[in-house]
């Protein structure tokens, strides 16, 4: 059976074009509406009867269950409640914030109160507790973040993985084969928020398969900077570093390296992975595969548009890559230092 995936390659458009075209909620042009009607006829594609029938019913309005914690990094939870409303409303749907600590009491008022048509879920973590209850709801639900256990869930998020390989591989290929990770905070770890764990995890294995001698350190809350110190101090000799931590300690790096003597990139590369950038603050000037929402937001959105309206199918994993952005922060590993 056609899906509307399927029409919007035949038409190439987007999945939100076909949306707009076929329910006429939004103005297209008249020659983009006639491709995409060709195309679903072509395929024999129309939507489910049910969904037109329950549309007059919507609320035109997406809940987004983001908790607060003590160590939210603010910024980059802004970020993306703000790209998630963005996509919404070029949907032509408002948001509802649920920021309640206890997330799951948040997700069941707005399922069973129909206070909204669907849940985007942020902030996720490896055993996070909405998964189990997204199974239950009637309520479309899509996660932007991987919970452990995906099975039955829509999910959408940037692929950690495949962007902490490429760093590491363009580092090793460049003579590297001594890299340190700072990571995030060990109470982010500790509550397994899923992408610092999917990177650490991968930082790892690449660097084991590829025979670099690796180190992975954890900032305190109270002095960012000082794990800075500790990682030169264990590792003497580390020739690059990979950055997916807090912002603080990012922007203490150069200063830290400099007190040593050391610049960056002739003697020290660094590369950052998996950071959000901040608006408030200059760019960190690394070479980054940063935590865009801009990249998994849209998709997120346009999925549960596309459940709410029964022109998608439920269930999946999509990984969306990540983009390497150079800021000139990396060279060929220098000759070995000497250590006193």
């Known amino acids: 059976m056609p899906t509307i995936d399927d029409v919007a390659r035949a038409a190439g458009v987007s999945i939100s074009t076909v949306s707009y075209a076929l329910s006429g909620k939004r103005a297209i042009t008249e020659e983009t509406r006639q491709r995409v009607l060709a195309a679903a006829a072509q395929l024999g594609y129309a939507p489910r009867a049910a969904a037109r029938a329950l549309a ?10 983001t908790p607060l914690h003590p160590d939210t990094d603010h910024s980059a939870h802004m970020a993306f409640a703000m790209a998630v409303t963005t996509a919404a409303r070029d949907q032509g749907y408002d948001t509802l914030l649920l920021v309640q600590d ?7 008022r707005s399922a069973a109160t129909s206070l909204a048509d669907g849940i985007v879920v942020l902030d996720v973590a ?21 919970p452990l256990d995906t099975t039955g869930l829509s999910c959408v998020d940037l692929d950690f ?19 340190g990770l700072i990571s995030q905070t060990q109470e982010v770890i500790a509550r397994e928020a899923n992408y610092p764990l ?42 690059a570093i990979v950055l997916s931590t807090v912002q603080e300690t990012a922007a203490s790096l150069p200063a830290v390296l400099a007190a040593r003597g050391l610049r960056v990139p002739e003697d020290v590369s660094v590369v950052a992975v998996g950071m959000t950038p901040d608006p408030s603050r200059a760019p960190l000037p690394f070479d980054a595969w940063p935590l865009d929402p801009a990249l998994t937001c849209p998709v997120a959105v346009d ?21 390497h952005r150079p800021h000139g922060s990396t060279a060929p590993a220098p000759p070995p230092r000497r250590i006193t």
Request: hydrophobic share 45%; aromatic share 2%.
């Open 161 to 179: 993985r495949a962007a902490a390989v490429d760093a590491i591989d363009r580092l090793h290929a460049g003579g590297h084969r001594s890299i």
């Open 102 to 108: 206890d997330a799951l009491e948040g997700m069941r």
């Open 198 to 239: 999917r990177i650490e995890q991968a930082f790892i294995e690449r660097a084991e398969e590829l025979g670099i001698r690796h180190t992975v350190v954890h900032p305190d809350p109270a002095a960012p900077d000082g794990v800075v110190e500790e990682l030169l101090d264990r590792h003497p000799d580390l020739t």
């Open 56 to 65: 007059a019913r919507r609320t035109q309005v997406i809940a987004v269950t």
């Open 303 to 323: 999925m549960l548009v596309g459940l709410i309206e029964g022109t998608a199918a439920p269930g999946g994993v999509t990984l969306v890559p990540a983009s």
């Open 126 to 146: 490896a055993h996070d507790e909405r998964a189990e209850l997204a199974r239950s709801l009637d309520c479309p639900v899509v996660f932007i973040g991987l």
